[in-house]
């Protein structure tokens, strides 16, 4: 069944199951008990660390595994509210993922400001260059890589230098970005969060990477495992996994065949060709190779998506936790999308193995459903 939602998880990596069952068999082992067989676990894991601080030029002693983007968000904002000034405000973009909103209004409640965005939903830098200059109580910024959404790219490179400069903290939400995208430069940021699920590893497994200057972060106490920074046993096979996952993608460079990308801009032009009332959201801004926001006609996002899930293509509405959720997208919001049209937006997301037939195919078979449910004058048929 052609798979059009890596957004949402994406399959497990071959190469990262056999480690998950390798290491499982052979390094099933607590790294920290005074062993040898826990030695050898405890040098696997160290190369894990290692080989992801390679990946993302971070500190393999900044590197946290946990697990996941979730438990990260509400790990950073909870350290930043325990060593920010009491009355120290943060600045978000609206469209983060609802993990990053909801651990935000958790930590910081009315101290949030939600910054400025183009109508593609791209962080405006101007404007957060403006706030920080005025606004000294703004301590921290959170920013994403690439939207789940949308697949729209922020500037976080220049909004880490920004951040740096001005001395703020920067949370960086990457769970979108690796695997897609060169991971290179994203371990300097200052914050960072992600998930392996996203990237073809195991569910339940992810990291952190810390700023400088983070020495006392413990999100959780316990053992003292990862350097004292969260308590409890690693799940070694999971995370060699998830390291495995990433090492697949960046090194046999698959992100960046030009041919993605291509294929991607050719369903675009040929959908909206043959649907007059579809739309591309971000049509201009730079997007991940991967991802479509599309606005289609006539009927809820809901419907589009169970016809297509009977011709045997998976798609979405838009981010997963939002699925099931009444009201419209809170990204498109943010964009300035109507609320009827948000509605109306499914979210396609291609992953590492599609091929350019399934995209035809998934054309094809929203052309079909457009038959069914879109009054005729408005279905041109290619
Ligand atoms: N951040 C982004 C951009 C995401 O797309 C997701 C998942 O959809 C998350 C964070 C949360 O990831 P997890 O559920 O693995 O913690």
Not at 33 to 51: C, G, N
Not at 74 to 79: E, G, L, P, Q, T
Not at 94 to 100: G, I, L, M
Not at 274 to 287: E, Y
Request: with cysteine.
């Amino acid at each position: 069944m052609p798979y059009f939602d890596h957004n949402a998880t994406a399959p497990l990596n071959t190469v990262a199951r056999d480690t998950w069952l390798r290491l499982s068999d052979e390094a099933w082992h607590n790294p920290s008990s005074p062993t040898r067989d826990a030695a050898r676990a405890r040098i696997r894991l160290d190369a894990a660390r290692e080989r992801l601080a390679g990946f993302l030029n971070a500190l393999p002693e900044r590197i946290v595994f946990n697990s996941g983007a979730t438990e990260g968000a509400h790990a950073v904002f909870n350290y930043w509210r325990q060593t920010f000034p009491t009355d120290a405000r943060i600045a978000l973009n609206p469209t983060e993922h609802p993990c990053v909103l909801e651990a935000a209004r958790r930590f910081f409640a009315d101290r949030i400001v939600m910054l400025p965005i183009t109508s593609d939903g791209v962080v405006r830098v101007d404007a957060l260059e403006k706030l920080l200059n005025e606004n000294t109580s703004i301590a921290g910024v959170a920013v994403m890589a690439a939207n789940n959404e949308t697949g729209v790219i922020q500037p976080w490179r220049e909004i880490s230098q920004l951040c740096d400069a001005r001395r703020r903290a920067y949370l960086c939400d990457a769970t979108q970005w690796l695997g897609k995208l060169p991971g290179s430069g994203l371990g300097e940021v200052g914050w960072l969060i992600a998930s392996a699920h996203k990237f073809g590893g195991p569910k339940g497994a992810g990291f952190l990477v810390l700023a400088p200057q983070a020495d006392s972060f413990a999100s959780q106490p316990g053992g003292a495992q990862e350097r004292g920074h969260r308590g409890g046993t690693e799940d070694l096979p999971s995370i060699a996994a998830a390291v495995a996952a990433l090492a697949e993608a960046e090194q046999s460079k698959v992100f960046l065949e030009e041919e993605r990308l291509r294929w991607r801009r050719e369903f675009e032009r040929e959908i909206i060709a043959s649907l007059p009332n579809a739309r591309v959201i971000a049509p201009d801004a730079d997007r991940l190779w991967n991802t479509v926001s599309l606005l289609l006609p006539h009927a809820e996002n809901t419907r589009w998506v169970a016809k297509l899930d009977k011709r045997g293509f998976a798609i979405s509405t838009g981010s997963a936790c939002a699925t099931g959720k009444e009201g419209p997208s809170h990204v498109l919001a943010a964009m300035g999308v109507p609320a009827d049209e948000a509605r109306r937006v499914v979210r396609i997301s291609s992953g590492w193995s599609t091929t350019e037939a399934d995209w035809q195919a998934l054309r094809e078979a929203i052309v079909a459903v457009a038959a069914e449910i879109v009054p005729p004058d408005n279905v041109i048929k290619l």
